[in-house]
């Protein structure tokens, strides 16, 4: 079945530094991927969504590409603020009206 | 526009009892998502509701049941409630079955002992 891989947490860096969040997925199709965000005490955000292949998705500094190749959906961020604290969620869905499958998150801290 | 809610934030019950938990869903949404969030792990598909009728399930027992009431807010119950049902339950609305653009609310922690 359809499922997300991304690197175990939690992970802290200082301000400013660069951030890479690993991710892997397995499907039998051609899914769409996101990541999500979830702020201490806060429902889960959409961050950003790719649809098809070679695609980046981008928002708030944030960016990460669709890779088929190698099954990936990498988050990165080429400068991290203290607000960038949460949980961020790699996630899949076959198509748009179909559930969406979460990675197990990871948990990131960063220090001022 | 108000967002998605949900109450109550959190709930303390004990195995074996029964409890429903709310969701409103955002104005201008007809379609409900119920996911279940273990300490330590992504949320996980419970059900979806799309215009009252249930449209698609993952998972979960049938002691796992929903609603949703014409004004598209939606009910999740849950039946003989289980030590590992402790969970912080999310629900999530879009419209059209869209899950692409869904919205989440902030959640119900429930605690079972």
């Known amino acids: 079945g359809n499922s997300v891989t991304q690197m175990e947490g939690p992970v802290t860096l200082s301000e400013e530094a660069f951030l890479t969040i690993n991710c892997t997925y397995t499907a039998t199709g051609y899914p769409s991927l996101f990541w999500y965000v979830q702020y201490p005490g806060e429902g889960l955000q959409l961050l950003l969504k790719?649809?098809?292949?070679?695609d980046k998705g981008s928002n708030k500094g944030f960016e990460a590409t669709y890779r088929k190749e190698t099954t990936s959906f990498h988050l990165e961020k080429g400068s991290v603020q203290v607000s960038d604290s949460a949980v961020y969620f790699c996630a899949l869905s076959e198509n748009r009206d179909d559930k969406i499958i979460f990675g197990k998150g990871t948990r990131l801290h960063i220090l001022p | 526009e108000t967002g998605v809610t949900q109450s109550p934030t959190h709930l303390i019950k004990t195995r074996g009892q029964q409890v429903t938990l709310r969701c409103s869903s955002q104005s201008g949404h007809n379609t409900v998502s119920w996911y279940q969030q273990a300490l330590g792990q992504g949320p996980q598909f419970i059900f979806q509701?799309?215009?009252?009728?249930?449209?698609g399930r993952g998972n979960f027992p049938p002691r796992f049941s929903g609603l949703q009431f014409p004004n598209y807010s939606s009910e999740l119950n849950v039946n003989a409630l289980e030590l590992d049902d402790s969970a912080l339950y999310l629900c999530?609305?879009?419209?059209?079955?869209?899950?692409?653009?869904?919205?989440f609310g902030p959640g119900t922690r429930l605690t079972v002992t």
């Open positions: 509701y799309y215009r009252e009728e249930e449209n």
């Open positions: 790719a649809t098809k292949a070679d």
């Open positions: 999530a609305s879009s419209t059209n079955r869209r899950t692409y653009e869904q919205y």
